[in-house]
């Protein structure tokens, strides 16, 4: 495609289950970002995947968040027994690599909310 | 501590005027700072990007401005329209590491006819 995607747009979850948000970065992005958005907030960095390196896990808020990119491309952030302040959006951006002027494209989010 | 201040939260103002929207950081060593656009339910876009040399930017009806000495920067609106309505954010690079942006909170802008 010709933008970031993401899946599914909106997502209701029950307190205490696990959900699954999938972002398709810009093909040919070797570095794909994951970001939350509360209410009222700026971004919140998350992860960061770089090619085959190991991820940059520094951001993730708990041991219940993981995320992985397969094939260097898809990648799927994981909330596991979600609580009501996991509610957000959820932002996925990708770029192209080589200096920090690259812009960032952001997919579209999914908005996450946990009753 | 890097950090990236906006002002104002949110502003309202009428179609077809002008307004100014400020960001203020702390952030070093400074790469570069972007001013994105945030539709409702969309993700951010960037509109402008300046590095340190640069001290304004246009992009159509909208001019951004960097100060690097103060570590100010603006965003101008001209001749607002409806579709300005968003949220504008300012985001300053660092030149090292993989999470090297940092994100201001945001100006709400709403353009009422």
């Known amino acids: 495609g010709a933008g970031v995607s993401q899946s599914p747009s909106n997502k209701v979850t029950e307190k205490g289950k696990d959900v699954e948000l999938r972002c398709d970065p810009i093909s040919g992005h070797t570095a794909l970002y994951w970001y939350r958005q509360s209410l009222g907030q700026g971004l919140e960095f998350l992860i960061y995947?770089?090619?085959?390196?190991?991820?940059?896990k520094s951001g993730l808020p708990s041991d219940r968040f993981s995320a992985e990119r397969t094939g260097g491309s898809v990648s799927t952030l994981t909330i596991q027994r979600t609580q009501q302040e996991d509610s957000a959006v959820y932002l996925c951006?990708?770029?192209?690599?080589?200096?920090?002027?690259?812009?960032?494209?952001f997919g579209p989010g999914t908005r996450l909310t946990v009753t | 501590k890097n950090q990236v201040e906006q002002s104002p939260q949110s502003l309202i103002i009428l179609e077809g005027k002008n307004c100014t929207l400020q960001?203020?950081?702390?952030?070093?060593?400074?790469?570069?700072l972007r001013w994105y656009k945030q539709d409702t339910g969309r993700g951010p876009v960037s509109l402008t990007i300046m590095t340190f040399s640069e001290n304004t930017k246009s992009n159509g009806r909208y001019t951004a401005t960097l100060d690097a000495d103060t570590k100010q920067s603006s965003l101008h609106i001209t001749a607002s329209q409806l579709s300005d309505s968003a949220s504008y954010i300012c985001?300053?690079?660092?030149?090292?590491?993989?999470?090297?942006?940092?994100f201001g909170t945001g100006t709400r802008l709403t353009v009422i006819p």
């Open positions: 960001c203020n950081y702390t952030v070093s060593p400074f790469s570069n």
């Open positions: 995947f770089q090619g085959n390196s190991a991820p940059d």
């Open positions: 985001v300053v690079s660092v030149e090292t590491g993989a999470n090297n942006l940092f």
């Open positions: 951006a990708s770029r192209t690599t080589g200096t920090a002027s690259y812009e960032q494209y």
